[in-house]
């Protein structure tokens, strides 16, 4: 049962395929269509299924219920039913073609845990003994529903998935819904007012399902639709909770990133393949890793790379994913990914990434595995244009899948992160001391010098300090406090500058270095 990207014009294709085969060989097809947006779901069913010129029918135990198209409502055909078993044989007794939604009854094909009852009776519906003028079952469920088709019947079932909306969509859901609150509030709004306000709020729909999308606006817009910035500020609170809550993302703010220092190679790249940033399919750029010690600015990096290329920065820590609810990590991860393409095109980083391959025991029934083997085929075969910038700080956790990574064609390119050199030291500490003491460029110049192998988060940190005990002393910033600084954390710096050495032993080998570094040569 293979797994596709499905876009709005595959999903109708594929399920107008299933009804005509159907159709032609007089035969009953299962399908298994996936969706967190059920009314989403039906609006789609109905368009495909009033195409194709067959009925639609709805089926719960709670009632049975035909589509009328001309009147465009639902209409009851039966009461209630007792269980899976009393649809499928309601179901059967439909012989002149039919498309039949059944809702919530998957996990009575399990099996382990299903009825035994109902698997038989769809094994005899899908057998090609069965007489009928053609009949289409539409199993409507969650995606977590995927693992619960029996082993002897998975093959015969056809997988659909209703995708996340697009930028079009979006852009059409916020013009019907601001036009609506427009005309409710009694506020003026020419068309092209509408479609110019309706592209600025759409821009935080990304990644919520059609329903939800226009639940938020409907909200957003509710105390004021002529205050746009109040709804678009209500619509980021609202996003950035719920991907943080439900699958551990942040939408991180790109406007207050510090241009970033001595990493000129890289963003001499990042310039080169920036047209690629907004391409679908296989000539996308896929991405880049950025390995180094800690404290040398990757994470701003995927930040300035964001400001720089003018697109949204979506934070995905993996290993929050893998490491909590291990029931539902594969779950979890399956939502990331459809989160992540419909938010394209974007900046994706994945901080840390090491975490997500290390430690991945059978403990846990093999979820580690079979999450990281998911992990390592989205990032192969995903085909919309998510710029992935992971970072890591070390290999060693990793195995034998962080030494292949290098040769796979998962990312673009491998960049080592070192600590900044004497000129980016020099400048990285004038931004900093600018405006704190006088004659800030000398002080600089001096302090460069004396913190070789320091990490700019070091220096930062130093520069902080200092500031913190010339306001507790109601003083003025001078060097020797910032010096004072400096010996307190040397130790700290150059211990953990020796402790990745190895690190960048191999970073000299299989990564091109960010920008130029003060290293000549390692022991």
């Not at 900046?347 to 992990?375: H, N, P, Q, Y």
Request: proline share 4%.
């Amino acid at each position: 049962m293979a797994c596709v990207f499905y876009s709005p014009e595959a999903f109708s294709d594929d399920l107008r395929r299933v009804i005509l085969a159907s159709r032609n060989a007089h035969a009953v097809r299962a399908c298994l269509l996936t969706t967190r947006d059920r009314d989403h779901a039906f609006t789609w069913l109905k368009q495909v299924v009033s195409d194709a010129d067959w009925p639609l029918y709805g089926f719960t135990v709670a009632a049975r219920r035909r589509y009328n198209f001309d009147k465009l409502k639902w209409e009851a055909v039966g009461g209630e039913s007792s269980d899976t078993l009393g649809l499928l044989r309601h179901a059967q007794e439909l012989r002149n073609g039919a498309v039949v939604v059944l809702e919530d009854c998957a996990a009575f094909l399990r099996d382990e845990g299903g009825d035994q009852r109902v698997r038989m009776s769809l094994a005899e519906m899908l057998s090609s003994e069965t007489i009928t003028e053609g009949l289409v079952l539409v199993f409507l469920e969650p995606p977590e529903a995927a693992g619960r088709l029996p082993a002897i019947l998975a093959d015969q079932f056809v997988r659909l998935e209703v995708p996340y909306p697009r930028a079009s969509e979006l852009e059409a859901i916020a013009r019907a819904e601001l036009s609506i609150a427009a005309h409710h509030a009694r506020v003026p709004m020419d068309v092209e007012s509408i479609r110019e306000k309706a592209e600025y709020l759409a821009r935080e729909l990304a990644g919520l399902t059609r329903t939800a999308a226009r639940d938020a606006l409907r909200d957003a817009l509710a105390p004021n639709p002529s205050d746009l910035d109040a709804a678009f500020a209500r619509l980021q609170r609202r996003k950035a909770l719920t991907l943080r809550e439900s699958l551990g993302m942040n939408v991180l703010d790109t406007l207050d990133v510090e241009e970033p220092i001595g990493l000129d190679y890289l963003f001499e790249y990042i310039e080169v393949i920036q047209p690629k940033l907004l391409v679908t399919g296989e000539e996308r750029a896929k991405g880049i890793w950025l390995i180094g010690p800690p404290g040398t600015g990757k994470t701003m990096i995927a930040r300035s790379i964001g400001r720089h290329v003018k697109l949204p920065v979506v934070e995905f820590r993996v290993s929050s994913l893998m490491n909590s609810l291990l029931g539902e990590t594969e779950n979890r991860f399956r939502r990331a990914f459809a989160t992540l393409e419909a938010m394209s095109p974007n900046v994706a980083l994945m901080d840390e990434i090491e975490k997500a391959f290390g430690d991945s025991s059978e403990r846990d029934g093999g979820t580690m595995m079979r999450a990281t083997g998911a992990l390592l085929s989205w990032l192969s075969d995903n085909p919309h244009p998510n710029f992935i910038v992971a970072t890591s700080n070390s290999l060693r956790r990793m195995g034998e899948i962080g030494q292949t990574m290098t040769r796979s064609e998962r990312f673009d390119a491998f960049f080592f992160v070192d600590v900044p050199c004497l000129d980016s030291r020099r400048r990285m500490l004038e931004r900093w001391l600018a405006d704190r003491m006088p004659n800030c460029d000398a002080a600089a110049d001096e302090l460069a010098q004396l913190t070789e192998k320091f990490s700019g988060a070091d220096l930062r940190s130093l520069v902080k300090r200092a500031v913190r005990c010339a306001e507790h002393d109601d003083v003025v910033l001078t060097l020797d406090m910032v010096k004072t600084q400096v010996e307190r954390k040397r130790m700290r710096a150059l211990a953990l500058y020796d402790e990745f050495q190895e690190l960048r032993r191999w970073g000299m080998k299989h990564c091109e270095p960010a920008g130029l570094t003060d290293t000549r040569g390692l022991p």
